[in-house]
């Protein structure tokens, strides 16, 4: 008897493990429950966190705040002028032209699955699935947000899913950058009549809607020839290991 129930639980959960993996209807809803556990646990615990700092450390921390507040208005009041002066000078030639950027904090969830370091859960407010958005850290390109089950899931530069446009060089070649699961990144299709070099840099090129022109990637390491074309394979600048927050580009212009 005890072998029988114990035969009818293991079916239950072979069953169930499977359901899990190839339904969606199912993954779903429990995908969502679950990050909605996890962000309610970040929350928590960063408040806690933040409750303790503020008793033992509220006036050194109060100080670094102030400071960092003071350097991002400032920076961000450089940018509006900026953009304010630009989109007054389309205005003042009629280009139908406009510049007005969205950039917003976002913060990690959890990694998609143990051992993968290059998938992340995040926390994105009013996150909508039919677009892909840039991720960045600091000022280095960090990698996109594309939409999984619904949800927003992160996809870092190492990750053989993730895929920009960018320029290589001091002549701009343009060429595609592709993760590759390994150490370093790959960018494909460089055009063979320009002259790529180990140590060029690597920027965003603007031109796939993901990321502003210009956006640091990493240096070349070396070059190869195929068919026709240039592939780069590239040391990227960004290199956090444990990431909690990202800068998500929501709106180019």
């Known amino acids: 008897m005890n072998k029988k129930v114990f035969s009818f639980f293991i079916l239950l959960v072979a069953l169930f493990v499977s359901a899990l993996y190839y339904s969606n209807s199912v993954q779903k809803p429990l995908l969502t429950a679950l990050n909605s556990f996890k962000s309610y646990y970040h929350f928590s615990t960063e408040y806690i966190q933040n409750q303790i700092e503020k008793h033992f450390f509220q006036v050194q921390h109060i100080e670094e705040l102030q400071s960092s507040l ?27 032209l406009k510049i007005n950027p969205q950039v917003e904090l976002v913060r990690t969830i959890a990694y998609q699955k143990f051992g993968d370091f290059n998938k992340l859960w995040m926390q994105i407010p009013d996150y909508n699935a039919s677009k892909i958005y840039g991720l960045t850290y600091k000022e280095y390109v960090a990698g996109i947000v594309i939409p999984k089950n619904g949800e927003a899931l992160g996809v870092l530069n190492r990750d053989i899913q993730c895929s920009y446009s960018v320029f290589v060089g001091a002549q701009h070649a343009p060429g595609i950058a592709h993760g590759n699961s390994g150490e370093h990144i790959v960018i494909k299709f460089i055009p063979a009549w320009f002259n790529i070099q180990a140590g060029d840099e690597v920027i965003s090129s603007g031109l796939d809607n993901i990321f502003f022109k210009g956006l640091k990637v990493g240096q070349v390491l070396s070059v190869q020839k195929a068919q026709g074309y240039q592939n780069a394979i590239v040391d990227q600048y960004y290199k956090a290991d444990n990431p909690n927050y990202f800068y998500l580009i929501r709106k180019l212009k």
């Not at 003071?70 to 139908?96: R, W």
């Open 70 to 96: 003071q350097k991002y208005e400032n920076n961000h009041l450089v940018m509006q002028q900026l953009a304010t002066e630009i989109n007054d000078l389309y205005k003042a030639n009629n280009s139908p």
